[in-house]
């Protein structure tokens, strides 16, 4: 507006430009090295950091209040934020790569290679095109047309329904009630706990993966449902000799099934 859409000639640069112009330098070289060690979310991270810096930049040196005081310095302003927002253009250029060639072409520009991101590419003097908004808000109304084109969402649909077994199946499983004679945590385990529990004929060792829930003292005495006759498996090395039954609640958190005290160790669940 001020400069008749032409990139204006900077003068001196100040610590906020020098600053700016560090950044420019230094935040394509960090997403390059993201990118080429496949990390693409850390470097889209730093690619966002350059655009914070430009806006914190542009903020901190009011080329609205400069326009009048100190034009020129104002143009130094408007040059180096120039620069930056061509070094979006190509650093952006592989997450919103539309997006990206729209801002190039506001500059009369096009995408440079990741060598021209680092450093001021565009020439003063050099006539701009008239800018346009990147992205069109979309409002509630057209999403609500759109999920009505649609049809039915996902909440609407009926749910799959279970695959459903036989008595026979069911009869198969023996669940027995087994009371927790010991408990101790499983090295390098922050999960799993080594219970050795009573199931009125015989003694067995199973491992249970609920540290995280009930420390080994909260555990030994209570009563609890065992499935009694599945094949043994070794979890972390420690061979298990059944499985403890537990309802899994809200995050994550865990609730045996408990049967009262008299209830006596072996008796089975039908």
Not at 129 to 152: Q, V
Not at 221 to 230: C, D, F, P, Q, Y
Not at 239 to 266: C, F, R, W
Request: glycine share 6%.
């Amino acid at each position: 507006k001020h400069f008749e859409g032409v990139i204006p000639a900077p003068g001196a640069f100040n610590e906020l430009d020098k600053a700016q112009l560090e950044a420019l330098r230094r935040q394509p070289e960090k997403a390059a090295e993201k990118y080429e060690a496949y990390r693409f979310k850390e470097a889209l991270a730093e690619s966002i950091n350059l655009a914070r810096a430009g806006n914190k930049y542009f903020n901190d040196s009011e080329p609205w209040k400069s326009v009048k005081t100190d034009k020129e310095q104002c143009g130094t302003t408007l040059y180096v934020c120039v620069q930056t927002i061509y070094a979006l253009a190509t650093i952006l250029s592989p997450v919103v790569p539309e997006a990206a060639k729209k801002m190039a072409e506001m500059l009369d520009a096009e995408i440079g290679t990741w060598e021209d991101a680092g450093t001021p590419r565009l020439k003063a003097g050099r006539r701009t095109n008239k800018p346009s908004l990147l992205f069109t808000k979309i409002e509630d109304e057209a999403i609500e047309k759109e999920i009505a084109r649609l049809g039915k969402t996902d909440a609407d649909k009926p749910k799959p329904e279970e695959e459903r077994i036989g008595i026979d199946e069911f009869a198969r499983v023996k669940i027995r009630i087994a009371e927790i004679l010991s408990a101790e945590p499983i090295k390098k385990s922050d999960k799993l706990l080594k219970l050795r529990v009573d199931l009125g004929d015989e003694t067995r060792q199973i491992v249970a993966g609920v540290a995280k829930q009930f420390s080994p003292e909260e555990l030994v005495g209570k009563k609890v449902a065992v499935v009694a006759n599945l094949k043994p498996a070794k979890l972390m090395g420690v061979e298990s000799q059944g499985m403890i039954l537990a309802a899994e609640g809200a995050k994550n958190s865990l609730a045996l099934l408990e049967v009262p005290k008299d209830v006596p160790n072996g008796a089975k669940i039908r």
